[in-house]
């Protein structure tokens, strides 16, 4: 070669030889915007309107890892990993939200609760379902005299239920022997109804149920409130209610090891059909359709290995483990079927799946992992090594969607100075993957205003929204020449000359480093030789072209 000329510009790959690299491929791209095929600088992001006395800024710290938007105006902050959804119900008249987290109980509560009074949010919120509820504390009293004359007589039970101030019905009492009675039908019978379950449940009344002629447990009547008390009921046996639905509303798993040994529920997922999705140790749950309180155990499948994330994407629920991927499909959720993908890729971290629309894309020791309907691909193996890809930690790799790529942050989860981030676009071949100089500990993808939101340093920012750029570095392929030669010349063509210096490697070493104010060739040091060429562009101007030859003559 007697020179090279660059007219694109790609993203890094560190996996094949320098000197191998397509020519438009760099050895590091950072800061870099690469669609149209010239260096772009990264637009930089803005502070929000927020920032730095309002709400959410002021809530919003170095030790925020989770932030969601509930409103234009409203945010939820959290210093925990925590998965948020709003409520699957039909235009649902309280604004529910449902949250899990690991280490506490799995919560929700209206939009009134979470953000009542000052921040941070949320302020309040209530325990997702209710517990089995103590049994009646002594056994039913039977008066057959307020039945008519002749009126039959059968053996009956009694449960109820506790229901919230939202409608949400729990399962019932326990049946015993002491709630087993005969009554004459159109009896009055008096029942001893315990105090409610204690707890932060928003429980408002009781549901009580007695059997039918048939052994069928049927609605007799509503108690209010949450108080201790005898209350008395005479219903006709044909004016009994509708079947009891709530038998198997179990609430979903807590922080109370002795009753769960792996933990509360954890990854609250939205499904189609109104069926939320979640995950403790090894077992998947399922809510009822629309009944984001009750997991039932039909309800329930078990993995081979613990399960790190999921996510619903358009060929069902991707469950991520300790091992292989399933996917998890169907429309009842006490008919759900799992499927083991046959591909040794496991989840390095929760945080870094993250749902990208049709596909999901997650972190695994060997790369990044895409999963789609197509399958499950390592999607960074022609850019990387395994070895290559430690450097970006894969088990603390925090991810986010934005226009169609994954922005990933990452470091070593000791020491500062290994923070960083970087992009991968899944559909952008050798444009792929660029780093980036800085780290954000937390963020929320506003979809319908398509807005990244990035908590960096305790800010809250807009990412790339600002009409400025960042300052990039892209480093080129190594150009080999057979012959030793002494390039002569350069050009730079940009847009403009604000920001841009030009530096030149040989054999390894620095050679020249030029700081670019126009278009015109100018000249490079001589008295030496070398055989492998390198060059680096740093700046804020979009770079168009750059021309290295040994003369002047051949920049065309």
Request: proline share 6%.
């Amino acid at each position: 070669m007697a020179g090279f000329k660059l007219t694109t510009f790609s993203g890094l790959n560190k996996k094949v030889s320098p000197r191998l690299l397509q020519d438009s491929v760099a050895q590091n791209a950072e800061n870099a915007f690469l669609d149209s095929g010239r260096l772009e600088g990264l637009k930089s992001d803005t502070n929000h309107s927020s920032e730095p006395f309002s709400h959410p800024a002021v809530d919003i710290g170095v030790n925020t890892k989770t932030i969601f938007q509930i409103t234009s105006s409203e945010w939820l902050t959290f210093t925990a990993d925590v998965d948020i959804i709003k409520s699957p119900i039909k235009e649902d008249p309280s604004n529910r939200f449902y949250f899990t987290q690991s280490g506490d109980h799995p919560k929700y509560g209206p939009r009134s609760t979470l953000v009542s009074g000052a921040g941070p949010y949320p302020t309040s919120s209530f325990r997702l379902g209710l517990p089995t509820p103590a049994a009646f504390t002594s056994a039913p009293s039977v008066d057959n005299t307020s039945a008519d004359d002749g009126a039959g007589t059968s053996s009956r039970a009694y449960i109820y239920t506790e229901i919230t101030a939202f409608g949400e019905e729990g399962p019932p009492s326990p049946v015993t022997s002491n709630e087993i009675v005969d009554a004459a039908n159109g009896a009055t019978v008096t029942l001893a109804l315990p105090a409610a379950t204690s707890g932060n449940f928003n429980i408002s009344k009781r549901r009580i149920y007695r059997t039918d002629v048939n052994g069928v447990f049927r609605f007799v009547k509503d108690v209010s409130g949450t108080a201790a008390g005898n209350v008395t009921e005479d219903v006709l046996d044909d004016l009994l209610g509708e079947e009891i639905e709530s038998s198997d509303n179990l609430a979903p798993p807590d922080n109370v090891s002795a009753d769960h040994p792996d933990g509360p529920m954890l990854g609250i997922t939205a499904m189609p059909n109104g069926i939320t999705a979640g995950f403790s140790g090894n077992t998947l749950l399922f809510s009822e359709s629309y009944l984001p309180h009750s997991y039932p155990l039909a309800n329930q499948l078990t993995t081979k290995d613990d399960i790190v994330g999921i996510a619903s994407i358009a060929s069902g629920l991707l469950v991520t483990t300790k091992g292989k991927p399933l996917m998890a499909s169907g429309t009842d959720p006490s008919a759900m079927a799992i499927v083991e993908i046959d591909a040794n890729l496991p989840n390095s971290n929760k945080r870094s799946l993250v749902d990208m629309g049709e596909y999901a894309i997650y972190a695994s020791p060997d790369g990044l992992v895409i999963a789609s309907n197509a399958g499950v691909q390592l999607i960074t193996q022609q850019i990387f090594t395994r070895d290559q890809w430690q450097d970006y930690y894969p088990q603390n790799i925090e991810g986010y969607e934005y226009e169609g790529k994954y922005i990933g942050f990452t470091y070593d989860g000791s020491d500062n100075n290994t923070k960083k981030g970087f992009i991968f676009d899944p559909r952008g071949g050798a444009n792929a993957f660029v780093n980036l100089d800085f780290y954000a500990h937390a963020g929320y993808n506003d979809r319908e205003n398509d807005e990244l939101y990035l908590a960096i340093n305790g800010t809250l920012k807009i990412f790339s929204n600002n009409s400025t750029r960042r300052s990039y570095e892209w480093k080129s392929k190594q150009f080999f020449s057979n012959r030793p030669l002494s390039p002569g010349v350069a050009k730079v063509d940009a847009d403009s000359y604000d920001s841009l210096t030009f530096k030149l490697f040989a054999d390894g070493s620095l050679k020249h480093t030029q700081t670019v104010t126009n278009n015109e060739i100018f000249r490079l040091p001589g008295g030496y030789r070398a055989k492998e060429f390198e060059i680096q562009l740093e700046g804020t101007d979009t770079v168009n072209e750059v021309c290295v030859y040994e003369s002047p003559q051949e920049i065309v």
